[in-house]
């Protein structure tokens, strides 16, 4: 069974940092492609990241770049999404997904909630 369990959510004060984590289980993790999605409270679901499987390869949405890193760890079988200088918009719940073979997002995590607030 796929299992994606995201962690590492909370309140962060603008401009600090935050590192989320997602461990994955029930599939070969060093084979998918994986993302970070968001949904802010009211709005829809926005891409944040993608990695490619050894992580050579990321990309970001507009929103985030210069200030995300995404990373992964595929002897832990888990994927990072590091946040460096967070805004008050950056504040939604980050739902870690996989990839399949047509780059489609297949399975979520129950996401963790992210809050940028002073």
């Known amino acids: 069974e796929v299992q994606l369990v995201e962690s590492g959510g909370g309140l962060v004060q603008p401009g600090g940092s935050l590192r989320l984590s997602c461990a994955a289980s029930?599939?070969?993790?060093?084979?998918?492609?994986m993302y970070w999605v968001r949904q802010a409270p009211g709005k829809g679901l926005e891409w944040v990241s993608t990695?490619?499987?050894?992580?050579?390869?990321?990309n970001y949405a507009d929103s985030v770049k210069g200030r995300f890193t995404i990373s992964r760890d595929n002897a832990k079988n888990t994927v990072y999404l590091q946040m460096t200088n967070p805004k008050p918009e950056d504040t939604a719940v980050y739902y870690c997904?996989?990839?399949?073979?047509?780059?489609?997002?297949?399975?979520w995590g129950k996401g963790t909630l992210v809050t940028i607030s002073s």
């Open positions: 997904v996989r990839s399949n073979r047509n780059y489609a997002m297949d399975y």
């Open positions: 029930g599939f070969p993790f060093d084979s998918y492609y």
């Open positions: 990695i490619s499987t050894g992580g050579g390869v990321t």
